[in-house]
């Protein structure tokens, strides 16, 4: 079955950076998209960024645009999320999506806080 399992959460301070990972398995990862969403607290889950199959098109929220980036490893079914310029707005819970025969698929999530 498919499974998302995000890491690299964990405390920095504004203006720091951070690498987020989500590793795949149970479909065939090179053909798929795939996505980061976050949901900070009492707050909506919102789009975050997106990386076409192959890793040449990409897309961010106006949010992080600029800040963030996202890519693709296909020879190791992992998509990362490099964070940069970090603000006490960007914490929330970050999780990995992809799409796979009309079925959203979502990992558990890991937490990113950004304070001093």
């Known amino acids: 079955q498919v499974q998302l399992v995000e890491s690299g959460g964990g405390l920095v301070h504004p203006g720091g950076s951070l690498r987020l990972s989500c590793a795949a398995s149970?479909?065939?990862?090179?053909?798929?998209?795939m996505h980061w969403f976050r949901q900070a607290p009492g707050k909506e889950r919102e789009f975050v960024a997106r990386v076409n199959w192959s890793g040449g098109s990409t897309y961010y929220a106006d949010s992080v645009k600029g800040r963030f980036t996202i890519s693709r490893d296909n020879a190791k079914n992992t998509v990362y999320l490099q964070m940069n310029s970090l603000k006490p707005e960007d914490t929330a819970v970050y999780y990995c999506?992809?799409?796979?025969?009309?079925?959203?698929?979502w990992g558990k999530g890991t937490l990113v806080t950004v304070s001093s």
């Open positions: 999506n992809t799409n796979v025969n009309g079925i959203n698929y």
């Open positions: 149970g479909f065939t990862f090179s053909t798929y998209a």
